[in-house]
Nanobody, 123 residues
Framework: QVQLVESGGGLVQAGGSLRLSCAAS????????MGWLRQAPGKERNVVAA????????YYADSVKGRFTISKDNAKNTAFLQMNSLKPEDTAVYYC????????????????WGQGTQVTVSS
């Protein structure tokens, strides 16, 4: 089992940047594929980026391609989401999620979730 704690959210102006971090407990972080999902008020929670256990494979939603970068540091038990050129429509609660994987694939669903961190982008 793994516990996830997000940090790095906040208020930023449109065009600005934020870096979200997701610290994971446990000694098997390298076996977990990770994802960042977001949920805006009144909307469903959707994946914005995902990464395989090794970090070698990634997925991005069309809405964030070219602006967001997901990464994973297995030595530090931490995943990151670098968000550049932020837009007001990026405003949401961002969740880190994890799932144990035997192969190096981008996950489609998750077993473990963080508590979420608020990102607000002002126009």
């Amino acid at each position: 089992q793994v516990q996830l704690v997000e940090s790095g959210g906040g208020l930023v102006q449109a065009g600005g940047s934020l870096r979200l971090s997701c610290a994971a407990s446990g000694r098997t972080f390298s076996t977990y594929a990770m994802g960042w999902l977001r949920q805006a008020p009144g909307k469903e929670r959707n994946v914005v980026a995902a990464i395989s256990r090794s970090g070698g494979n990634t997925y991005y939603a069309d809405s964030v391609k070219g602006r967001f970068t997901i990464s994973k540091d297995n030595a530090k038990n931490t995943a990151f989401l670098q968000m550049n050129s932020l837009k007001p429509e990026d405003t949401a609660v961002y969740y880190c999620a994890a799932v144990s994987k035997l192969s190096d694939v981008v996950p489609g669903k998750y077993d473990y979730w963080g508590q979420g961190t608020q990102v607000t982008v002002s126009s």
